[in-house]
């Protein structure tokens, strides 16, 4: 199977959400015998191990645009929420779409077209949280042209979405001006959001929850001197949960040592911030602590069964970890085994009490949360499953 795979960023420099994950399943999908090319649509490109790259002549290009239509976003797309202004959505569209198209979108039918004739024989095109509007009406033309089956993936569903939107969070939606009845298939992370990308005309639809390579992600032995640790970046919406697990803990706790990492802008009580970690610096904070936090935004906590990365990174490194409540959450690990959920500040400050008591059950639980990431939740299965769904477009 050979898949050409055009990422919205492939460089890990630029800090893209889904770069990191992006790694470990084009990894995947080479371990399993898929020839792999990637085209970045963001940034520069990156050769590796596990795939061909492609350079991408339009960088900036790109660049440009996106932050244009950030900003034209953010200032129109309150406007297409209401369904009584039907009429100034379907200009904004039109005259949006013409712009696009004139700017970026032929330059990169062009180029794509280029790569098929050079490779021959790619059987899908897989296009990775790009602007669906950039593609609008060019996927057909290449289908035909090349018989491929081409599939869009989103993997930072339900906030991707224009129904959850936010420029808080994001000034730029990838949805704005899409037509999902032009893809044979279209992946996301989110089980909630079916019915939401079946209004938007997804015909083919599947689930690939996010994963973790072992091999990366794997524990290290050093002692543990850190209670209660936290990494993420930025406040918006999860606040509350913020407050809840860290920074009342935090002030009740006084003997703890807390520490967090990352941007989080935000009172924190008790707590040592580290700023910035680097990936690789960061497995070894999670290792040495006892406690180790997900804390989910909005969204993503209350869209059934909205994965994200951290919750399996943390349990394959073996870590014995605390979250916020999240819908779905059976779907990955059990709760009360293989990971504790605190329900509001004062239970978070009892369930820390009670496994900071004991060395037996922290080990344990990071024990069976490693178990059943290796038995179920590694990129390799997200892989496998990735397969089974493009050769069921055939």
């Not at 993997?155 to 032009?182: H, M, Q, T």
């Amino acid at each position: 199977m050979k898949i050409l795979a055009i990422c919205n960023a492939i460089d890990l420099k630029l800090k893209q959400g889904c770069t990191p994950a992006w790694w470990q399943l084009l990894k995947g999908l080479h371990e399993l015998g898929c020839d792999v090319i990637v085209v970045p649509f963001l940034g520069r490109s990156v050769e590796s191990l596990w795939w061909k790259s492609y350079e991408n002549p339009y960088a900036l290009l790109t660049s440009l645009y996106l932050k244009h239509a950030g900003t034209f976003q953010a200032k129109n797309l309150t406007v297409i929420k209401k369904k009584e202004q039907t009429y100034k959505i379907e200009t904004l569209n039109k005259s949006w779409r013409k712009y696009v198209y004139r700017a970026i979108s032929h330059k990169w039918k062009d180029y794509i077209v280029k790569i098929l004739e050079i490779e021959k024989n790619v059987d899908y095109i897989v296009i990775f949280n790009i602007p669906l509007i950039v593609f609008r009406g060019l996927i057909n033309p290449i289908r035909d042209k090349f018989g491929v089956r081409i599939v869009f993936y989103d993997g930072d569903a339900p906030v991707s979405l224009p129904k959850y939107w936010s420029p808080l969070r994001n000034p730029f939606n990838i949805y704005f001006g899409a037509n999902l009845s032009e893809f044979d298939g279209v992946i996301v992370n989110s089980k909630g959001v079916i019915p939401d990308l079946k209004e938007l005309g997804a015909l083919k639809m599947e689930v690939i929850y996010w994963g973790v390579d072992p091999e990366l992600y794997s524990p290290i032995n050093v002692e543990k001197g850190i209670d209660v640790f936290f990494y993420g970046h930025g406040k918006e919406f999860r606040e509350k949960w913020i407050y809840n697990m860290i920074t009342y803990p935090s002030k009740v706790l006084l003997n703890f040592k807390f520490m967090t990492g990352g941007k989080i802008n935000m009172e924190l009580g008790n707590t040592k911030s580290l700023g910035y970690i680097p990936i690789s610096v960061w497995r070894r904070f999670c290792c040495e602590s006892k406690i180790n936090l997900n804390i989910t935004r909005k969204h993503h906590a209350e869209v059934f069964a909205s994965s994200t990365s951290r919750i399996f990174e943390l349990a394959s490194l073996g870590c014995c970890t605390v979250s916020n409540p999240i819908n779905g959450l059976e779907e990955w690990f059990k709760a009360g085994e293989e990971i504790f959920v605190a329900k509001d500040p004062q239970e978070a400050v009892e369930l820390y009490q009670w496994l900071l008591s004991s060395d037996d059950i922290l080990l344990k639980t990071g024990s069976l949360a490693r178990q059943r990431a290796l038995k179920e939740h590694t990129f390799r299965h997200r892989a496998q499953q990735m397969i089974r769904f493009l050769r069921s477009l055939a």
